[in-house]
């Protein structure tokens, strides 16, 4: 939630900041007024029976909390759409006569700007991330991992580690690792962790693969480029690249 007050920043009492001073978030409506933005206002009744007007709390969609170099915790505000153009749209659904599609494009460039400067007002940089801009391929090999990546293993975790090793050879050979996974199945039993535990090297990037192509564990993994953090590394920065 963006304060319509002044208030504390959103790192303060963060247990890894000890002993810093991040810088508070102006209010909203302070905000609106020197951009020009109408800011939302409800009405409510008092207990005594008089009617008043409050600002309304506006939502942002995920504050991400990360960890610096430094140790030093940041944070990074993400705005989210499914399409791109539609940081840029309002009530897009609807017939619009062209003052209205210009009305609602200043009104959605305003709310933006609202939002970027409430939380850089506190040192915290906003970013746009779009799901047409995440390629198809790596979301279905995130929602693969997504599954399985805090499943629970039940074998020796010595045995694990032997076959994470056997895997991580497999892959650099060239090897369907899904082979590893069925030797292993055969002699200890549970298959199905075995294979689990290669799905989760790779979310763990014991493994780096190449996302934009589809993970197949009887397939050799595409081992060349593709790697995320390289790619979307950018939308997780304190400062803009």
Request: no cysteine; aromatic share 12%; charged share 25%.
């Amino acid at each position: 939630m963006l304060s319509p007050y002044g208030a504390g920043s959103p790192l303060r009492g963060h247990p890894l900041g000890k002993g810093t001073f991040p810088a508070p978030v102006r209010g909203t409506v302070d905000i609106a007024k020197e951009i020009g933005f109408k800011h939302h206002m409800f009405v409510f009744e008092s207990p005594d029976g008089k009617r008043q007007t409050m600002p309304f709390p506006y939502q942002g969609d995920l504050l991400l909390y990360m960890k610096g170099h430094d140790g030093i915790p940041y944070a990074v505000n993400w705005t989210v759409k499914d399409r791109e153009q539609a940081f840029w749209e309002r009530r897009s659904s609807k017939p619009k006569t062209p003052v209205q599609r210009k009305k609602d494009l200043d009104h959605a460039e305003l709310r933006a700007e609202l939002e970027r400067a409430y939380y850089a007002s506190a040192g915290i940089r906003t970013v746009q991330v779009s799901l047409d801009k995440v390629e198809s391929a790596v979301i279905a090999n995130l929602n693969m991992l997504f599954v399985v990546h805090g499943v629970p293993l039940t074998h020796d975790q010595s045995l694990l580690e032997d076959f994470s090793a056997e895997v991580s050879e497999a892959v650099q050979a060239g090897t369907p690792v899904a082979y590893v996974a069925i030797q292993y199945g055969e002699r200890w039993g549970g298959r199905d962790q075995f294979i689990a535990r290669i799905y989760q090297d790779i979310w763990n990037r014991k493994l780096i693969l190449n996302f934009f192509s589809p993970i197949l564990i009887d397939h050799p993994f595409d081992t060349e480029g593709g790697d995320l953090f390289s790619v979307y590394g950018s939308l997780f920065e304190e400062s803009a690249p």
